[in-house]
Every structure is written in structure tokens, then in C-alpha cells.
């Protein structure tokens, strides 16, 4: 695979231009050789000595006065780096009396001292954590009283014993509040005590003659719990401070949207005050007339019903209620029926006339202008730029902006492709896989899985038997084409070759599971030939499109750089779920289920699953607000909220709903569920910058021409092979094919790329002089260490042992 060499010969180098290549030979005290690249020969590179060899993570540039150095890029020393780890840094005990008691010197507060400090303490504290939200998630807010509950209790007393273990050990460390660094001096640590103390006194209150309420509220407050882990888990913490960080840019823009808010809640009030009013009995539009029974028909049966006077559960009778009738519409749920109301209202005290105060709408129309279109999508901009500012103030000292740390960590992150060139030997293998990897194999097999995706939508509902037919024929031929190109693949790279590639493995699979598909279809009779699953497989081969195109490539692999900045997110997103979930439990729990109303079997707070997947429907905004009216105070308890014999409470539900329901979709369909975007977008960004500036998603084709000259991906090709790569390489990658010689061997000359003593360049030295010199890169090997993600210290390892 070496191709013909392209630098140019002496004579004709030194007609046109005089630039010089520089090679550095390590011998102490001598200077830098200098010759030109005619003169650059294999006997002078076979003289090299294998001290060359650069023994940190990043490529080594030359000595001073080279030309890397001269256009400012600092010298990068031979020197071992490793990441910083609190974990095994000493912490100094602090020189400050403990609790008036325990000086620095103290052997209790040093044993504290190093006891706290350990790090599977930490790691106990939050197995501790996840037990005892375990139990908080298993807990039957039914019956309150029963002997399951009593078992969990007793597990809570265990963790409540532990988490003041905790507390005392680190307030005999660190002392308790006056001095500087103190236990309560950290707001994290006093949520901590706070946690501690709510238990102490739950466990305190559920032993005497307490009021069952009282106990109840002290016990949710055992659901801060889970957020201790956000400071014992560092990236974890990074999320929510930056999330912190978010709240605090758009403060004012909350000003000013409870401003304008109450603005159009104070109108409201006086345009509907009074208007949401209808007598059950639709024929009566006053209160006077709404008296008596009426006759209510369903089908052909009827029933005698009393007339009573009513409001709308959303109405605009006060602040408050407009307030909320207005956040409701601002969520886009049940709105319509709210605009209804309004549009039939009449006069004060008046039940509704069908169309009787039309130009209400307008007054929807203004508001829907001002909030859900302008205010929501303005939180959505101010969380994106808070986050990608956040992102920038990490490298601020660097002189990195996140662009050119992305490239570096690509650098450290990839190898090279092994394209599994088979023995030379075996000259049939040799075509055979030759054919494989050329272009016009690939154009064939786009064709056949876009033939196969048209095949795949044109089946509809009743077709014809000829029709059938002939769509199954498509499938034996699209199943027998995808069979052979497995069966040439495994041929031409190998089977041991062909496994190792998971698109491979994805394409057998496939392939597998369409052989079994039309075997069933036409062996097999009865039911067993409907199996549906095994028409998956056919619908599977469509995302082989997706290896077809580099575009598509470059923004899979975008997207899974995201996905790797979700977890966190999602953790954090989890926790406010599970609390709400728990608090849910604890307030509704005990409300009865009625098929009518919006709590019922299918969607309750009866038990930890069915309050996620209710809160979860929520989060859509998917009828919340008829949760929230099912959940008010006045409705039904449950029968076995009680205990048999004894008199069943008056009602159950509270007016705590309202609060709890529009602070958690406040909080996650305004605000958390945004992160998604912030993060996506953030990645994304490549898709508005300049196409000319070099980034992570144009080094896919630099990893896929390398693999063109080192097919065996031995991470090593000849200098003169590089040459050709980077002038194969468009910019901003390469240099390009139009680029003139002169010119390229210039940005050659600057990248000053290592070299063998075989004539040799390694594959991430290249890559990170590449970069280096299309972003103009000026960082030492430190730096380069701090910008790289720590789950890159082997690859960075691997570099550092392999190159030259």
C-alpha cells in the first residue's frame, strides 16, 4: 500500500524555494542538523538513535531554536504527568480547637480526622444513601400502621444511626461553626444536619401520642435524603452547581416574568371575577333558579339529580386562583376548555352562554403571545448560554477555548482503523478484499439497502395475494444479496478479522435473524409463521444506511458524545423525580381510587412506581391539572388507609397539590428537562460554526485516509506517506491536492512532527501536530494532561510508550 513518494528531489526543491526540513539528532551538545528535504536520505534516518523516543503523553517538539519554537509554541519537556486526585492527597487537619475541646493534636480528632478522609468512607455513605432510599421507595403510604412498614422503620433507625455517626465524626474534625472551614460553615453539611435532625425527631414524635400528621411531615422530610450524594460525587456536583449557576443568571428574567404574570392575573380577575360560575342544571343560569331536582337522561334510562351552584375548578375569582388558571394555560394542558369558559361567560354571578363574550380571546391570544411563545423559549436560551459559558471558564486559564479541547481529547480518544488486510500471500483474498473496501462496493451495498428501505414501505393494509408474493421474492433476494456480502466479507478480512468490527457483528446478526424470517415464513404453518419479531430483522437492515455516509457518522458520533454528558443530568433530573415521587406518596397516598377522576388504578400515589410513571406524565404536561384537582382536599380516602372497625377519615387530599404540581412541572418542563437541550446543543454547535475552523467532526476522514497507508493499523506510516496523506486531505484537515508544494512543505516544516529512526511518524503525533498547527495550539505537556479527560490516561499512556 506505499505509494510513490512525493517529495520532491533536490535539485528541483532548491530551483524553487529554499525552506529546510529540520531533523533534531538527540546527541548532547550538538545543534540541530538542518538540510533540505532532497538531502533528508534513509542512511541519515537509519543513524537516529532510539533515544528519540518521546516519553510523555504528548508529542515532544524539538529543541529550542526550532521552528515550532520560534513561531511561539512553547518547548514540551520529557516529563511523567499524572491527574490530580483528592483521594490521595493528604487533607491537613485544621489548626483551629474543635468544639472547645479537642485541639489539632488531639488523638480522637486525628483518628476522626483520618477516619472521615478515607475513601470508602465516602463510598459507605453513599451505598448508606442509595439503602436508605431504597427504603424510602418501598414504603406503603396506604396503611400507614401495618407490619411491613414497621420492618422498613426499623432499617430507617439503622441509617439515621449511621448518617449521625457521620455528622458527630466530622463536627469533631472540623469543629462546629465559629472558625473558618467549621461543619456548618458548608452549606452542604448543614443540610446534612438538618437531614439528621428531621429523622431524629420523626423517630422521637412516632414514640408518643403525636398527632399522625405531625409524624407524617417530619418523616417527608426524609426525602432530602438522596441529596447527599450530589456533593459526595464530584462531576454529579459540577452539574447541579452549574444548574445553580443557570437559576442565579435568570433570576431577573424571573422578576420579570412574575411581574407580567401578576399583571395579567390582576386582569383577569376583573374581566372573569364572578364568570366561571354554572349550575349543574344547565338550564338555570342564576344561582336563585339553581334549587330543586331535574331529570338527567343517559340513554334510554334517566335519574332525579339535585341542582347545585358551582364554579369551574380553574377560575379567576381571586389571585390566587388566577394565578394558577393562568400557569395552566401557560403549560398548554386543558387550556382549551379554559378558553371556553371564557369565551361562554356572561355576567357576574351567571352561569355560561354558549359564545356570549367572544373577544375574550384576544386576552388568551395576548398571553399565549407574551408567555409560552416569548418567556419559556427565553429560559430555554439563557440555560443553553449559562451552560456553554460554564464549559468556557474551565479552560479560561489554559488559553483553550472548547473547541480545540475537543480536538485534543479526539487526539488522545482514537486509533487507527484496521482495515484487516489479509497475507499477500493469498493474492484471491488480496482482490477479494480490495473489493470490499473500494468505493464502488460501497455505492453497490447503498443501493441494495435503499432498494430494500422502498421494498420495506410499499406493504399496506389488505394488498393483494400477487402483491404479497411479490414483496416476499424482494425480501429472499434483498436476504440472499445481504447474505453473500457477509459470507465475501468474512472471506476477504477473515472470520476472526470479520468479528472484531461491530458493524460486522451487527450485519451477521441481521443477517441471522432474515434467514430465520423466511425460513419460518416458508416452513412453518399455522400461528408460528405470524411471528412478528422476526420481521424486525428486516426493518434492522435500514441502519446500515447509517455507516454508509461520513455526514451520518460524524453526527452519530456527536451524538454519543452528548449521551456521555447526559448521566449526570439524567442523575440529577432522577433525584428531583424520586423526591417528588416520595413527597407524592406521603401527601396522596391514602386518596381513595376512582375510575371518574384522574386518580385511579392505573394512575396513583399508592406505591413508588405507579408516583414515577404518574410524575412522569406530568413532566409531558398530559392532563396534570386534572391530577391536581383529583389530589385537593375533600376527596375520598382509601378504605384500607384505615384500620377495620374504626371511623374512616373525612376527606383525603390536601391544598399542598397546588404547590407541589406547579412547582414540579415548574421546575421540570421549564427548567430540567432543558438540560437536554443545553447539552445537546453543545455539542452541536459545529452545525453554525465556520466551516473552515478545524473540529473534532472533520478528523474522521484523517482516521479513515490513515487506514488507506496503514491498512494493519500499526499506528506508524513513512514520512513520505504522511506527506501524500495530508495533501490527500482537504482542508481544514490536510493541505489539500490544489495546495501548492511550496506551500504545503512550509505548514510541513511548522508541524515538525517526530520522527523514527526508521522513518517513521506515528499516528497521534501526526494528528496532534496537525491540530496543533491548524488551531494554532499553544500548550505544554501539563496542560495538555489538565484538558484531556482522565478517562484518557491510558491512551495517553499508550502514545507515550509508542511514539517517536
Not at 457483528?505 to 404453518?525: A, W
Request: with cysteine; charged share 15%.
Amino acid at each position: 500500500m506505499r505509494r510513490k513518494s512525493m517529495v520532491p528531489q533536490s535539485g528541483h526543491f532548491q530551483e524553487e524555494a529554499e525552506p529546510t526540513i529540520e531533523i533534531v539528532k538527540p546527541t548532547t551538545g550538538s545543534d540541530p542538523q538542518v538540510q533540505s528535504p532532497g538531502e533528508v536520505n534513509r542512511g541519515y534516518l537509519d543513524e537516529l538513535p532510539v533515544e528519540t523516543q518521546v516519553t510523555s503523553p504528548v508529542p515532544s517538539l524539538s529543541s529550542p531554536g526550532s521552528p515550532a519554537q520560534q513561531n511561539g509554541v512553547p518547548p514540551m519537556a520529557p516529563q511523567e504527568y499524572h491527574y490530580p486526585d483528592e483521594g490521595n492527597r493528604p487533607v491537613p487537619i485544621l489548626p483551629y480547637s474543635s468544639l472547645f475541646i479537642f485541639s489539632s493534636t488531639n488523638p480522637a480528632r486525628k483518628f476522626c480526622h483520618f477516619f472521615v478522609n478515607l475513601r470508602w468512607f465516602n463510598w459507605f455513605i453513599i451505598v448508606i444513601i442509595l439503602a436508605s432510599c431504597a427504603e424510602l421507595a418501598m414504603e406503603d403510604p396506604v396503611t400507614f400502621d401495618s407490619y411491613y412498614n414497621f420492618i422498613l422503620s426499623q432499617f430507617d433507625y439503622s441509617f439515621t444511626a449511621v448518617f449521625l455517626a457521620e455528622v458527630v465524626l466530622k463536627v469533631i474534625d472540623l469543629g462546629f461553626v465559629l472558625h473558618k472551614g467549621s461543619y456548618c460553615r458548608d452549606l452542604w453539611n448543614v443540610l446534612d444536619l438538618f437531614i439528621v435532625v428531621c429523622a431524629i425527631a420523626g423517630i422521637a414524635f412516632a414514640g408518643s401520642s403525636t398527632n399522625l400528621d405531625t409524624v407524617k411531615s417530619l418523616r417527608v422530610l426524609r426525602v432530602l435524603r438522596p441529596l447527599k450524594t450530589i456533593n459526595r460525587i464530584k462531576k454529579l456536583k459540577a452539574v447541579f452547581d452549574g444548574l445553580v449557576t443557570a437559576v442565579k443568571k435568570v433570576m431577573l428574567i424571573m422578576s420579570l416574568y412574575l411581574l407580567f404574570q401578576i399583571i395579567f392575573a390582576i386582569i383577569a380577575v376583573q374581566l372573569f371575577m364572578g364568570r366561571f360560575c354554572y349550575c349543574t342544571d344547565l338550564s338555570m343560569r342564576t344561582e336563585e333558579n339553581c334549587k330543586g331536582e331535574y331529570i338527567e337522561y343517559t340513554g334510554n334510562s334517566f335519574e332525579a339529580l339535585n341542582r347545585e351552584w358551582s364554579r369551574f375548578d380553574f377560575n379567576f375569582d381571586n389571585i390566587g386562583a388566577s394565578l394558577l388558571t393562568l400557569f395552566v394555560v401557560q403549560t398548554r394542558s386543558g387550556w382549551p376548555d379554559i378558553l371556553k369558559n371564557a369565551m361562554d361567560s356572561s355576567q357576574r354571578d351567571q352561569g355560561p352562554i354558549l359564545e356570549y363574550n367572544n373577544n375574550m380571546a384576544i386576552f388568551f391570544i395576548v398571553y399565549f403571545l407574551v408567555f409560552p411563545f416569548f418567556f419559556v423559549n427565553l429560559f430555554v436560551a439563557l440555560i443553553v448560554v449559562t451552560f456553554q459559558e460554564q464549559g468556557e471558564k474551565e479552560l479560561e486559564e489554559l488559553n483553550l477555548d472548547k473547541n480545540q479541547r475537543n480536538c485534543l481529547e479526539f487526539v488522545v480518544n482514537s486509533n487507527p482503523v484496521d482495515c484487516y488486510m489479509p497475507n499477500v500471500k493469498n493474492r484471491i483474498r488480496l482482490r477479494v478484499w480490495k473489493a470490499i473496501i473500494s468505493k464502488p462496493f460501497d455505492y453497490l451495498m447503498f443501493v441494495l439497502i435503499s432498494l430494500n428501505t422502498i421494498t420495506l414501505m410499499m406493504k399496506f393494509y389488505n394488498q393483494p395475494q400477487w402483491y404479497d408474493s411479490l414483496l416476499s421474492y424482494a425480501n429472499i433476494f434483498f436476504t440472499v444479496a445481504f447474505t453473500v456480502e457477509a459470507v465475501v466479507k468474512m472471506f476477504g478480512y477473515g472470520i476472526k478479522n470479520y468479528f472484531r468490527q461491530a458493524w460486522n457483528v451487527f450485519d451477521f446478526i441481521t443477517v441471522l435473524g432474515s434467514i430465520v424470517d423466511v425460513t419460518v415464513y416458508y416452513t412453518v404453518e399455522g400461528s408460528m409463521k405470524t411471528l412478528g419479531f422476526l420481521k424486525l430483522f428486516r426493518a434492522m437492515r435500514l441502519i446500515k444506511l447509517l455507516k454508509q455516509s461520513a455526514s451520518i457518522r460524524m453526527l452519530l458520533w456527536t451524538f454519543f458524545q452528548a449521551v456521555k454528558a447526559l448521566p449526570y443530568v439524567l442523575i440529577i433530573i432522577g433525584l428531583l423525580f424520586f423526591v417528588y415521587a416520595v413527597i407524592g406518596m406521603q401527601l396522596f397516598g391514602t386518596i381513595g381510587l376512582d375510575n371518574s377522576s384522574s386518580i385511579n388504578r392505573q394512575a396513583n400515589f399508592q406505591n413508588f412506581p405507579n408516583a414515577l410513571l404518574l410524575l412522569f406524565r406530568c413532566s409531558t404536561l398530559d392532563n396534570w391539572d386534572g391530577v391536581l384537582v383529583s389530589c385537593l382536599s375533600g376527596q375520598t380516602c382509601d378504605t384500607k388507609s384505615y384500620p377495620p372497625g374504626t371511623n374512616p377519615p373525612p376527606t383525603c387530599g390536601t391544598e399542598a397539590a397546588i404547590v407541589y404540581f406547579v412547582s414540579f412541572n415548574f421546575i421540570t418542563a421549564f427548567m430540567m428537562l432543558n438540560l437536554f437541550i443545553a447539552v445537546i446543543m453543545d455539542n452541536f454547535d459545529y452545525l453554525t460554526r465556520d466551516s473552515s475552523i478545524l473540529g473534532p467532526h472533520h478528523l474522521d476522514s484523517y482516521i479513515q485516509k490513515w487506514g488507506v497507508y496503514d491498512p494493519t493499523a500499526s499506528s506508524y506510516i513513512s514520512y513520505t506517506d504522511a506527506y501524500e496523506l495530508l495533501r490527500e486531505l482537504e482542508p481544514p484537515v490536510g493541505f489539500g491536492k490544489k495546495c501548492p508544494w511550496k506551500l504545503a512543505y512550509r505548514k510541513l516544516i511548522r508541524m515538525n512532527m517526530p520522527i523514527n529512526e526508521y522513518g517513521k511518524v506515528h499516528f497521534k503525533t501526526t494528528m496532534f501536530a496537525l491540530i496543533r498547527e491548524a488551531l494554532s495550539i499553544k500548550v505544554t505537556n501539563g496542560e495538555f494532561v489538565i484538558v484531556t479527560p482522565r478517562s484518557s490516561s491510558s491512551s495517553s499512556s499508550s502514545l507515550s510508550s509508542g511514539q517517536t
